[in-house]
């Protein structure tokens, strides 16, 4: 993907199909970007990419030849691999160079959300300093880390973004899995799991065989029946996509959010996640954390700095 991109760098630059006031105005660097991509020739990128010469060549005057245009990415590209950030780089480039920045229909600029931001919600500043002490991998997973997450955010929030707690706070599965089984450095005696499968999803599957099996708790929270959900103490049918609305705001990292309403109700006895939960925190006495009785009425509150209800959000968008 990487070679792709700088082979689609090389042909735009090559036959001046960037946009050269954009360029002259924004970007830094673009004599260094030209000589950087120079040797990515459409024949050199065919025989890295299995794409022919003319495909390249097409594909990138497609793409600089119509604005506005834009890139979308996924986790494959996004989280997969020692290449996904040079990946990304040479993307950002592609966007940069055609002046496909910061324009409708093109790439967006992070901005503070209109709506009530993920991080908002989490209360995660309610956990205390000696609580996030016990954090499992954060003497030696510095960024995956509390501390390490202060200073993403220094970062972040300057670009108008507060990322959530929840991508860089998690323990490390491996030494989760063994606390389990030794007790140290503090013993785990249940889980949660929901729509997940650990027993398939991480490595070493015959450690989380036991360390599951060892737990003196394990509830599932599952749509199927899965290896883990078979081992579970407790399985709660839990409502699938198209039985529960959804609303994605991006972890309100932008200004952007979409969704809709659940097309049928939940079938049988399933539940949504956020029944369970709030179920569940009522009976530990968080009511206060509580205040909506229905998924639907904590999308209400979401949506109200925009002035408008979840069920006006969706007839309108």
């Known amino acids: 993907d990487a070679a792709l991109a700088l082979g689609l760098l090389h042909v735009i630059i090559r036959e001046k199909l960037y946009d050269e006031p954009f360029v002259t105005r924004w970007c830094a660097g673009f004599a260094e970007l030209a000589a950087q991509v120079a040797p990515y020739t459409p024949q050199l990128v065919a025989n890295l990419t299995g794409l022919t010469p003319a495909v390249i060549e097409e594909t990138a005057r497609a793409y600089a030849g119509v ?3 834009t890139i979308i990415t996924g986790r494959g590209i996004d989280q997969i691999g020692a290449n996904s950030l040079p ?4 993307i950002a480039c592609l966007r940069a160079v055609t002046g496909n920045v910061d324009v409708p229909g093109a790439a967006h600029l992070a901005e503070m959300p209109d709506f009530v931001p993920e991080i908002d919600l989490e209360l ?10 016990k954090q499992l991998g954060a003497s030696f997973l510095r960024l995956q880390s509390y501390a390490g997450y202060e200073r993403v955010f220094e970062q972040t929030v300057k670009g108008n973004g507060r990322l959530p707690h929840r991508y860089l706070t998690s323990a490390h599965p491996n030494l989760i899995w063994r606390a ?22 991480h490595a070493d599957t015959k450690l989380i065989y036991q360390a599951l099996k060892s737990l003196d708790l394990l509830v599932a929270l599952e749509l199927t029946r899965t290896p883990t959900s078979m081992l579970a103490d407790y399985v709660l049918p839990i409502a699938g996509g198209l039985e529960r609305p959804v609303l994605q705001t991006n972890a309100g990292t932008a200004n952007i959010a979409y969704g809709g309403n659940s097309a049928v109700a939940p079938y049988y006895e399933r539940r949504t996640d956020f029944d369970f939960w709030r179920e569940l925190g009522l009976r530990m006495g968080q009511e206060s954390y509580w205040p909506w009785q229905t998924f639907e009425e904590s999308l209400d509150a979401t949506l109200a700095p925009l002035g408008m209800s979840w069920a006006e959000f969706c007839e309108t968008v």
């Open 124 to 133: 995660s500043h309610l956990l205390p300093e000696r609580q996030r002490a």
């Open 87 to 90: 990946t990304q780089r040479a």
């Open 180 to 201: 389990m089984l030794t007790g140290k450095p503090y013993p785990i005696r249940a889980m949660i799991v929901m729509g997940s499968n650990p027993l398939s999803a």
């Open 67 to 69: 604005s506005p245009a």
